[in-house]
């Protein structure tokens, strides 16, 4: 939950504050807690550009005051408690889309589906909610004599009573003004302009509470305003010479637009790009508006009247149809990839070059030009796709995922990921090296270091299956069992595992076990042998030189190892690195991290036998491809000097 962290009575800025128990808004509590910096993961960049300052983990909770409650706020809980958001996911959307609450829907698994399709917005309080807020004030008003300038006052009123009702987010505001803005222009006999308004609605949301330029939520619904203003009209124009209705050209164009200016924005943050974004919107945002004017209708209905409960299921059902959409969108191979912003470079830009290139050539294209311009992209598009989904050269990466183990083995179409990290990072390193899915996922043991990011992972790639050790899918972790996960298959010592023209042989652990120690780590002897070219390397998990001893003898000479627990001190030992004989040996360890890995231990005996070596924390990824000269290494980055 979001919260307002004070120190004396004074306030010192929003945190995000994790507890066991949900606390409901203007509750103030007092507590012991550890207080978390931000980092730059993904996660938390998006925290801080909300306008949050760190996380608080709260131990204790030493007192606990509900504030005295506002006229607007106890109507709000009252709506609350008839929509009743925890009893399922259809009411959470109902909560979220008619009074703002969307603590129950970011816990649903709909809110992935949402945030895939590009559809959250549509949840969020904003300009669309207000414009029929006031539709339904006006239709009210229009049966009334009421005068023109009474009206927009009664009209302003109620709208600024529902920006609060649901939470006065930004963005709602952000429309506020705007929309006030424009109805006392319109009195005082001028033209409303909506690029002005929107520079207002800026200015008082600075002077207000400066800190509001880092909520990402400003910024998109600022920036995407800005350009529908700019854009709308020149789009709805090129959209319409494909004979389209004008209806759809119309909804299309918006959606186009919005999309556009928010890539640069949200692309660095969430490492995502969803590309059925406009069709989901198409699709999903009549049923969103449907369901937000029957739920302004009926909740209140129902809150006053308890016995026509049975009104609900209108919208209630509206909710569950919208849901389906969302997760049916979501479902569609690649209605959203990975992206790696800092692959991307200065080229996440490309959406505001185009946009200013239009805003001064204002020249429509004629649709032969387009057609012709769109098919070379879509061929040059499906040949490099082709090229990295079906034809991608054998190779062998230890990927840089902080403190953490994820390596990726591939061979043409064939992939396999040996653990999956910590967290999202993974879905990251993935993307920056152009995997389009996953044949298997084998997690060497059940550490978190080497299992967390699976989540991430199967929520962004097709993944075809789990691989664990021989008895480990027992004690798989709770939170993977509930997310529907691939099949599962178990391996034991002497099985093989074929990716490509790679053959992985299991040389450990030799019985069955729980996979929850480090000793339990399935060991791949892998091998690629084809056309004179090879590659021989041991990836260990967090297996240590006391298991290596009785295995290594079995595996041979090899040219690289993958050293164990991160090249601890005790991932090594003089016995089993002469029987190995390395040529390379690889860390993958995070920066700055409070085990001291690799350990100087590991690095001296690795040097002693005349082996090289590298880490992640270097180099970044590191890449090995087979070939006729030996193996080729390549690396994300430069060793620091």
């Not at 909710?319 to 692959?343: G, K, T």
């Not at 490099?384 to 990927?399: C, E, K, Q, Y």
Request: net charge negative; glycine share 8%.
């Amino acid at each position: 939950m979001n919260a307002t962290a004070a120190c004396d009575g004074e306030a010192l800025g929003e945190v995000s504050l994790s507890a066991d128990e949900a606390c409901e808004e203007s509750v103030v509590v007092n507590v012991v807690g550890r207080l978390r910096s931000f980092t730059n993961d993904p996660w938390d960049r998006s925290s801080y550009m909300a306008g949050q300052l760190a996380e608080v983990d709260v131990v204790r909770v030493r007192s606990r005051a509900e504030a005295a409650p506002s006229a607007i706020w106890s109507v709000r809980q009252a709506m609350l408690r008839t929509i009743a958001p925890t009893e399922s996911e259809s009411r959470a959307l109902l909560a979220g889309i008619v009074c703002g609450r969307t603590t129950e829907l970011s816990q649903a698994r709909a809110n992935e589906a949402f945030a895939q399709t590009g559809t959250s917005h549509l949840v969020a309080v904003s300009g669309g909610h207000l414009a029929l807020v006031s539709a339904l004030v006006v239709q009210l008003a229009s049966l009334t004599r009421v005068r023109p300038a009474a009206r927009t006052i009664v009209l302003l009123a109620l709208m600024s009573c529902y920006v609060v009702f649901t939470g006065s987010a930004p963005s709602a505001v952000r429309s506020l003004v705007m929309v006030a803005a424009s109805l006392m222009t319109r009195l005082g006999g001028r033209r409303g302009h909506g690029v002005s308004g929107l520079a207002l609605a800026v200015i008082v949301l600075v002077l207000q509470q400066p800190g509001v330029v880092y909520d990402l939520g400003f910024q998109l619904s600022a920036v995407s305003v800005l350009f529908i203003h700019l854009f709308v009209g020149y789009t709805e124009a090129f959209v319409g010479q494909t004979h389209l209705p004008v209806s759809v050209a119309s909804a299309l164009a918006i959606t186009l637009v919005a999309q556009l200016a928010t890539v640069p924005i949200t692309v660095p943050v969430f490492g995502e790009l969803s590309l059925i974004a406009p069709i989901a919107n198409l699709i999903l945002g009549p049923l969103m508006t449907g369901l937000l004017i029957c739920g302004l209708i009926v909740v209140p209905i129902v809150t006053l009247v308890p016995a026509l409960g049975a009104l609900l299921a209108v919208p209630l059902a509206l909710a569950q149809l919208s849901i389906f959409v969302a997760e049916a969108c979501a479902a569609v191979p690649y209605a959203a990839i990975s992206v790696d912003p800092d692959s991307l470079g200065h080229a996440v830009w490309l959406p505001y070059v185009l946009a200013v290139a239009v805003y001064v050539c204002w020249k429509l294209p004629s649709m032969r030009t387009v057609a012709l311009v769109s098919s070379a992209c879509a061929i040059a598009l499906a040949v490099h796709v082709t090229r990295i989904g079906w034809f991608a050269p054998p190779s062998l990466t230890v990927l840089d995922v902080g403190q953490a183990d994820a390596i990726l083995v591939r061979d043409g179409a064939s992939t396999l990921l040996v653990d999956a990290g910590v967290d999202d990072a993974v879905v990251a390193a993935l993307a920056r090296n152009e995997v389009l899915r996953l044949d298997a996922v084998l997690i060497t043991h059940w550490d978190r270091d080497h299992w967390g990011g699976l989540p991430a992972i199967l929520s962004a790639y097709p993944v075809g299956r789990l691989i664990v050790a021989e008895g480990a899918s027992d004690a798989m972790p709770g939170e993977l069992a509930e997310l529907n996960p691939p099949p599962i298959s178990e391996v034991s010592v002497g099985e093989t595992l074929r990716i490509g023209s790679f053959v992985a042989e299991v040389v450990w652990p030799e019985d069955e076990v729980e996979g929850t120690e480090n000793a339990d780590s399935l060991v791949l002897d892998l091998t690629y042998q084809v056309d004179g070219t090879s590659l021989h390397a041991l990836l260990t998990g967090d297996s240590e030189a006391d298991q290596a001893d009785r295995y290594a003898a079995s595996v041979g000479d090899i040219d690289v190892l993958k050293l164990g627990h991160h090249g601890s001190a005790a991932s090594t030992d003089a016995s089993m690195l002469n029987t190995l004989d390395p040529e390379l040996c690889i860390a993958s360890a995070g920066e700055g991290n409070a085990y001291g890995h690799p350990s100087d231990e590991a690095v001296e005996a690795v040097q002693s036998v005349g082996s090289a070596f590298l880490c992640t924390i270097d180099v970044g990824d590191i890449s090995l491809e087979p070939d006729a000269e030996g193996i080729r290494v390549r690396t994300q980055r430069q060793r620091a000097a």
